[in-house]
């Protein structure tokens, strides 16, 4: 089955040539991560001859494909490069490989399935969809039943956030589309997962310092103002208002509460509370 047709920036890719020329990746692949007893595959790859094509799948690197035969043109190319984990069901389903190579007007991209087999090795390639590929790796590191589970690789902080966020669930405080996007902010935090948006910096302490005097500067440039306006509209009304709050207020006889009561809105102890 011959999977990818057309050859890309033509003679530049002739097995001749040496393979760093021929390989221009598009970004770096992202760090490490996921099931920890599935790191040590880092730094190894495995092959995979189909027809006149070969595959190398490099864990947590890259995946490419090289036309076997002396053509001139023949293709040799990225077909992904390591990003992220695909997430179900508190499993890890797969390892996307993403920014291959141009293919029309979008990139070739790769999925890794990984699934039990008495050694590691590519067991199969196809090409579901125009330059999106598929690809089967076997390895008895995923052959225990948990061995692929979310929940135990998290670190505790991010399984009580985990907890947390399946009580609310239960309890009805959050939808499902929340529910789901406080997973996936959980799984880039944890680094599974590439954020949609890059996170913002955190401000140095210095900045952090002057951003808390600017705050409570404007906080009393606030307060002060408004006591002021509390002040001229005592003053308009001619009510009299006590300058030092300091002052204790002498309490309201009961005898004098039925004559007060009628005066409520110009209250001086009501209106000096509030300055």
């Known amino acids: 089955m011959k999977i990818v047709e057309e050859p890309n920036t033509f003679g530049l890719n002739n097995h001749f040539l040496a393979q760093g020329s021929r390989l221009q990746a598009r970004t770096n692949p992202s760090p490490v991560s996921g099931p920890p007893h599935l790191h040590h595959l880092a730094g190894k790859c495995f092959s995979y001859i189909e027809s006149t094509y070969k595959y190398e799948f490099c864990p947590f690197h890259n995946v490419t494909q090289h036309e076997q035969t002396f053509r001139w043109n023949a293709y ?28 029309g007007n979008k990139n070739r991209q790769t999925k890794i399935l990984l699934t039990c087999g008495n050694c590691s090795k590519l067991a199969q390639v196809s090409e579901p969809q125009t330059c999106v590929y598929s690809l089967t790796f076997e390895t008895p590191l995923v052959c225990h039943p948990h061995s692929l589970l979310v929940y135990p690789t998290l670190s505790e902080k991010l399984q009580n956030e985990w907890d947390e966020a399946e009580q609310a669930r239960y309890d009805g405080l959050v939808t499902e589309q929340g529910y789901n996007k406080l997973l996936r902010d959980l799984f880039e935090e944890a680094g599974f997962l590439k954020r949609s948006q890059p996170k913002p910096e955190e401000p140095k302490h210095s900045e952090k310092v002057q951003q808390t005097l600017e705050q409570c500067r404007q906080d009393m440039e606030k307060k002060n103002a408004e ?32 004559q007060e009561k009628q005066h409520l809105r110009g209250d001086t102890g009501l209106i000096s509370d509030l300055l």
């Open 76 to 103: 040799s190319g990225i077909l992904g490069i390591w990003q992220e984990w695909e997430i179900q069901n508190n499993s890890f389903a797969g390892m996307w490989m993403r920014e291959g190579d141009s293919c």
């Open 227 to 258: 006591i002021e306006r509390l002040r001229s509209l005592l003053s308009q009304h001619n009510i009299p208002y006590d300058l030092n709050t300091a002052e204790p207020k002498a309490a309201v006889t009961a005898a004098a509460a039925p």
